[in-house]
């Protein structure tokens, strides 16, 4: 079955009932919270925020596998993995931190953060009738093409730390966290321009879960080259210790995956993507631990997980309601303005600002390590409640105009480019400040796409027939 076809089965997006529903859901949790302690606070958000997101993911996945292959919702469960999943399990050592009022009024900027997503994806008017494609299906060559030039830019900066030594490179891989050679520095130099240019590798996931939706399109030399480079880069991500890193390799991966493929099995997505997200859970619990000494001195005999563990963003999140205004005036546009020069290299300006004037490490009281509290710390730093109000309304609307992409069926590369957005739209649950520097690859694949595949194959109109 082709593309076309799967095109004409494709449903129209429906969002009004699961936003009701996620609305409706915040609301009930909120009145039933708890007050005891802030285990108990953070606990029962974390059950009624699932619950409801888990529903309206339901109703939504009812149309189809592809249906809940949207940006707004990754964003929403990239969100509630970096808040309250973690307080499904006992967190022990977070029950003494904070007063169970302070963790309730963090609980409700939290929530106004997922429902101001929900509410965002309803204020971009919806277009009557489909636009022309922008992009015509692309040919599996320049598909291939497309894989390899993203993968030999993104690997060139470390490549050439190590002197083209593969081996040397696999086996700085497995020593501690930052003591690798293509490691950059804090702020900086003309060489780290070559490692902006590694964010290319943020490509090769979602490209090659196109060339694995689409096998038969590909020769067998051309899938064991995808096969060995992804696999090769997912132990990259797995080895440097980043999470969120790791997460998003698959999350595009799987998502381009199922965009592209023809013929897609309800249950046996959801068989796959539950046995990928419980792996995930696992890899990304020991990673914490084996990233301060390094794969190689790691043993799972000595060094078991304990609880699960993200990065106790509720708890920051609540310091800083606790802190703005009280101790701090809110930042105002300087959040914002941060968020927009922080793509530019130091190189190229090195008067370019250090930090925030008031850091979220200073809140907490960190000095060795940087901390992220989610878009909704920031934006409440940045503005109070109605910050956070607006921040995800934004975001919620940037959703769904991206949203549109995927309409155009027609063509895998619109998909493929469509999918690479999810790493933006991940990252910036985690800090609005790295926005503007992870749609840079998608940007990069948007110019290939308009400057080299347009040139080569004319536009269609996604009602034009592909032929089979």
Same mark, same amino acid.
């Given at each position: 079955?082709?593309?076309?076809?799967?095109?004409?089965?494709?449903?129209?997006?429906?969002?009004?009932?699961?936003?009701?529903?996620?609305?409706?859901?915040?609301?009930?949790?909120?009145?039933?919270?708890?007050?005891?302690?802030?285990?108990?606070?953070?606990?029962?958000?974390?059950?009624?925020?699932?619950?409801?997101?888990?529903?309206?993911?339901?109703?939504?996945?009812?149309?189809?596998?592809?249906?809940?292959?949207?940006?707004?919702?990754?964003?929403?469960?990239?969100?509630?993995?970096?808040?309250?999943?973690?307080?499904?399990?006992?967190?022990?050592?977070?029950?003494?931190?904070?007063?169970?009022?302070?963790?309730?009024?963090?609980?409700?900027?939290?929530?106004?953060?997922?429902?101001?997503?929900?509410?965002?994806?309803?204020?971009?008017?919806?277009?009557?009738?489909?636009?022309?494609?922008?992009?015509?299906?692309?040919?599996?060559?320049?598909?291939?093409?497309?894989?390899?030039?993203?993968?030999?830019?993104?690997?060139?900066?470390?490549?050439?730390?190590?002197?083209?030594?593969?081996?040397?490179?696999?086996?700085?891989?497995?020593?501690?966290?930052?003591?690798?050679?293509?490691?950059?520095?804090?702020?900086?130099?003309?060489?780290?321009?070559?490692?902006?240019?590694?964010?290319?590798?943020?490509?090769?996931?979602?490209?090659?879960?196109?060339?694995?939706?689409?096998?038969?399109?590909?020769?067998?030399?051309?899938?064991?080259?995808?096969?060995?480079?992804?696999?090769?880069?997912?132990?990259?991500?797995?080895?440097?210790?980043?999470?969120?890193?790791?997460?998003?390799? +698959?999350?595009? /991966? @799987? *998502? %381009?995956?199922?965009?592209?493929?023809?013929?897609?099995?309800?249950? &046996?997505?959801? #068989?796959?993507?539950?046995?990928?997200?419980?792996?995930?859970?696992?890899?990304?619990?020991?990673?914490?631990?084996?990233?301060?000494?390094?794969?190689?001195?790691?043993?799972?005999?000595?060094?078991?997980?304990?609880?699960?563990?993200?990065?106790?963003?509720?708890?920051?999140?609540?310091?800083?309601?606790?802190?703005?205004?009280?101790?701090?005036?809110?930042?105002?546009?300087?959040?914002?303005?941060?968020?927009?020069?922080?793509?530019?290299?130091?190189?190229?300006?090195?008067?370019?600002?250090?930090?925030?004037?008031?850091?979220?490490?200073?809140?907490?009281?960190?000095?060795?390590?940087?901390?992220?509290?989610?878009?909704?710390?920031?934006?409440?730093?940045?503005?109070?409640?109605?910050?956070?109000?607006? +921040?995800?309304? /934004? @975001? *919620? %609307?940037?959703?769904?105009?991206?949203?549109?992409?995927?309409?155009? &069926?027609?063509? #895998?590369?619109?998909?493929?480019?469509?999918?690479?957005?999810?790493?933006?739209?991940?990252?910036?649950?985690?800090?609005?400040?790295?926005?503007?520097?992870?749609?840079?690859?998608?940007?990069?694949?948007?110019?290939?796409?308009?400057?080299?595949?347009?040139?080569?194959?004319?536009?269609?109109?996604?009602?034009?027939?592909?032929?089979?």
């Amino acid at each position: 079955m082709g593309n076309a076809a799967c095109a004409r089965r494709f449903p129209k997006q429906t969002t009004k009932t699961s936003t009701v529903i996620i609305l409706v859901g915040l609301l009930l949790t909120y009145l039933a919270l708890p007050s005891d302690n802030l285990g108990n606070v953070f606990a029962g958000a974390a059950l009624g925020i699932g619950l409801s997101l888990a529903i309206a993911t339901v109703i939504d996945g009812a149309a189809g596998v592809r249906a809940i292959i949207r940006v707004d919702i990754v964003m929403l469960w990239v969100l509630y993995g970096l808040t309250f999943l973690e307080f499904l399990f006992p967190q022990p050592a977070a029950e003494n931190l904070l007063s169970s009022d302070l963790a309730t009024k963090g609980v409700l900027a939290a929530m106004l953060g997922f429902a101001g997503i929900a509410i965002g994806r309803h204020l971009v008017p919806r277009r009557r009738k489909a636009n022309p494609a922008f992009f015509a299906d692309v040919a599996p060559r320049n598909i291939f093409l497309l894989f390899v030039m993203a993968a030999s830019l993104g690997y060139f900066h470390i490549l050439l730390s190590v002197d083209f030594d593969v081996f040397e490179m696999f086996r700085q891989m497995t020593l501690p966290r930052f003591s690798q050679s293509w490691t950059r520095g804090r702020y900086g130099d003309a060489s780290a321009l070559l490692a902006e240019i590694g964010a290319l590798l943020y490509l090769v996931p979602p490209v090659a879960g196109l060339i694995y939706a689409r096998a038969k399109e590909f020769g067998i030399l051309q899938k064991f080259v995808v096969t060995v480079v992804l696999l090769a880069t997912l132990y990259y991500a797995f080895s440097s210790g980043t999470r969120s890193i790791l997460a998003v390799y +698959v999350i595009t /991966f @799987f *998502g %381009a995956y199922y965009l592209t493929k023809p013929k897609i099995n309800l249950w &046996q997505a959801a #068989a796959q993507g539950t046995v990928a997200l419980i792996i995930l859970l696992l890899v990304t619990s020991y990673m914490l631990v084996f990233r301060e000494a390094g794969v190689s001195s790691f043993s799972f005999a000595d060094r078991p997980p304990g609880s699960l563990y993200i990065d106790n963003n509720m708890v920051v999140l609540a310091q800083i309601t606790g802190a703005f205004p009280a101790v701090h005036d809110f930042l105002g546009f300087e959040i914002p303005y941060s968020a927009l020069v922080h793509p530019i290299p130091r190189a190229l300006w090195p008067e370019k600002p250090e930090a925030l004037s008031v850091t979220i490490e200073s809140i907490v009281g960190v000095v060795q390590s940087t901390i992220a509290c989610t878009f909704i710390g920031e934006a409440y730093m940045m503005g109070g409640m109605l910050g956070v109000g607006l +921040v995800a309304m /934004f @975001f *919620g %609307a940037a959703a769904e105009m991206w949203n549109r992409l995927r309409q155009d &069926q027609n063509s #895998a590369f619109s998909q493929v480019l469509y999918t690479s957005g999810f790493l933006c739209a991940a990252i910036s649950m985690r800090s609005m400040l790295w926005t503007t520097v992870t749609m840079l690859p998608t940007m990069a694949l948007w110019f290939y796409g308009r400057l080299w595949l347009r040139r080569a194959t004319p536009a269609r109109t996604s009602s034009s027939p592909k032929p089979h």
